[in-house]
């Protein structure tokens, strides 16, 4: 009798440890949702060929090529959800699986978490890419509370498909707070420095960095190496309610297309935004540049022509124009550059310090 109770018993104990560990097992499992059935931030236009990219598809048969094969890169756009999992992973595919040789894998295909603290973004962790279909668990061993969330999508390549992974006990919804605010966004034209070169994560370009101080929407329009004053570009950027539009493009326009094109660029913007502010950018003092005598005069000469182009449009009566001078953009240490041209994470925090007056001005 004493020896079925102590069968009895230890058998009792067997299942419920099982019973333990199954459920053990059940809240370990991670399921993925289509990102697709989030909000996305940093786009001009849904009407894309597909959901993460940054042109319209009318635009496929009036750029250039290469404009309009940047435009699948997806700098600048981040997807927004809540959940109140105990880890969030991710699981996406590259869209061409770049590599460079001056920017970190992580900053080029790879995603950057954050989540909204006391309405503060603060950062959580990376999705490091392993190749051009990745799964990684970005944050794990958290609380289960519910938090809002911002993803960060990669500077240098495409995604294809992306899915968030959540506890299988946990819930995923679309965001309730309604930050990064999305009226009133600013719109940004540049060069592959705006695209986001080379940051080393998605979060540190500093349209990104900039989105997060100011809660508000930064549409990113960088397209590296192509920034030359596409008027098509100008046309798409109008049909923005922005607050600010910031035209950055001079490290790659020369002299001849800025005198050609920069103020057809800018009257297009004005025709449809007569009262929005537009900031001018000098061309950045690149580092090499106290050394290289070619790429010094390269900058003093477009930086010359960029103020004699402002100074003409404000003797014409233009109204809410300014011109940001480059000088304290990169500091006087020389060492906010990866190459003496494109921006490390100091950089570009450097270079969102020194916008964050202007935008701050506009903008409160």
Request: proline share 4%; charged share 20%.
């Amino acid at each position: 009798m004493i020896k079925n109770n102590r069968l009895q018993i230890m058998s009792r104990i067997v299942i419920f440890a099982f019973f333990i560990l199954f459920c053990l097992n059940i809240s370990a499992q991670i399921v993925y949702h289509d990102a697709g059935n989030f909000p996305i931030l940093g786009k001009v236009s849904e009407a894309t060929e597909t959901r993460y990219e940054r042109l319209p598809a009318y635009l496929k048969k009036i750029s250039r090529s290469p404009v309009w094969n940047l435009g699948k890169n997806t700098a600048g756009l981040a997807l927004r959800f809540r959940t109140n999992s105990t880890m969030v992973a991710a699981r996406w595919t590259a869209l061409s699986n770049n590599a460079m040789n001056h920017q970190t894998a992580t900053g080029t295909k790879g995603l950057d978490l954050y989540a909204l603290v006391e309405n503060e973004w603060v950062f959580v962790n990376s999705g490091r890419p392993t190749g051009q279909e990745t799964t990684a668990t970005i944050i794990g061993n958290m609380t289960s509370e519910e938090r809002e969330y911002m993803l960060y999508l990669p500077l240098y390549d495409g995604v294809s498909k992306l899915e968030i992974g959540v506890d299988s006990l946990a819930f995923i919804g679309q965001p309730q707070v309604d930050l990064p605010r999305r009226t009133k966004p600013v719109v940004c034209y540049g060069t592959s420095i705006l695209q986001g070169g080379c940051a080393t994560r998605p979060g540190m370009a500093h349209t990104n960095i900039l989105e997060r101080r100011f809660n508000r929407e930064f549409i990113n329009l960088g397209f590296s190496g192509n920034a030359l004053l596409d008027l098509e570009i100008a046309e798409l950027m109008a049909t923005v309610d922005a607050s600010l539009f910031i035209l950055d493009f001079l490290p790659n326009a020369n002299v001849e297309q800025m005198n050609e094109r920069a103020i057809r660029f800018f009257r297009i913007i004005r025709e449809k935004h007569p009262d929005t502010p537009v900031l001018f950018v000098e061309d950045p003092v690149f580092t090499h540049s106290r050394f290289d005598n070619r790429i010094a005069e390269e900058v003093k000469n477009k930086n010359a022509t960029i103020n004699r182009i402002v100074n003409q449009l404000k003797a014409e009566g233009e109204k809410n124009i300014e011109l940001l001078s480059s000088r304290d953009m990169l500091g006087r240490d020389g060492e906010a550059t990866v190459d003496g041209v494109h921006f490390t994470d100091l950089g570009f925090m450097r270079y969102a310090d020194l916008l964050t007056p202007y935008i701050e001005a506009v903008i409160r």
